[in-house]
């Protein structure tokens, strides 16, 4: 079985600004560091309906750190299903942005997110958070999708086939179909 790295860049928190009041004021902050993508998922938020729908997860739960609500370092951009699922459990977690998920995580050839055998954490996220669910799999098969879609414009682009062309043009709006229909599921 081929294994896929479980993300391509990892998020940093790079906010430096004063600590404001209200920890959603931080959120177009975190959509930029945390690369438009569920810290704990890697998925995309254009999926889920785009940085409206998406939430600030605190790591560590507010309701027993009060004194890390607004922390900057204690905030994760999130899906509205993982940050549910997490909510104020106090289990064995990784951070995000301290740790390489890579080294915690991978993805089959399908996209199915699994946690290495010997990270424990890994192993307890993967369950309280739900990552063997299905929505996981498939956004990630339409981005791999979504990639490979670009580079086949861009060879098509360079050696001008008109025919190839319009091919990928009918293949295009079919697929786009198919991303709204799923979408929609999602």
């Known amino acids: 079985m081929s294994q896929f790295n479980f993300r391509s860049k990892q998020p940093a928190r790079t906010y430096s600004g004063k600590e404001l009041q209200d920890y959603k004021s931080y959120k177009n902050a975190l959509e930029v560091d945390f ?12 999926w889920f309906g785009g940085k409206r729908n998406f939430q600030i997860d ?9 004194e890390l609500e607004t922390k900057y370092s204690n905030l994760v951009y999130a899906c509205s299903y993982v940050n549910r699922a997490k909510s104020n459990d106090t289990g064995s977690y990784i951070d995000p942005c301290d740790v390489d998920f890579n080294s915690h995580f991978y993805r089959d050839e399908l996209g199915n997110i699994y946690p290495v055998e010997n990270s424990e954490p890994a192993k307890y996220m993967y369950r309280k958070l739900k990552l063997y669910l299905k929505r996981y799999s498939i956004i990630w098969m339409l981005e791999q999708l979504e990639i490979k879609k670009e580079h086949l414009w861009n060879l098509i682009k360079q050696h001008g086939d008109q025919e190839a062309k ?3 043009i009918l293949i295009d709006r079919q ?12």
């Open 58 to 66: 605190h790591f560590k739960p507010k309701s027993v750190h009060p």
């Open 166 to 168: 319009d091919l990928y």
């Open 175 to 186: 697929y786009m179909n198919h991303k709204k229909q799923l979408t929609a599921v999602l």
């Open 35 to 46: 690369n438009q993508r569920c810290g704990y998922s890697d998925s995309h938020h254009d």
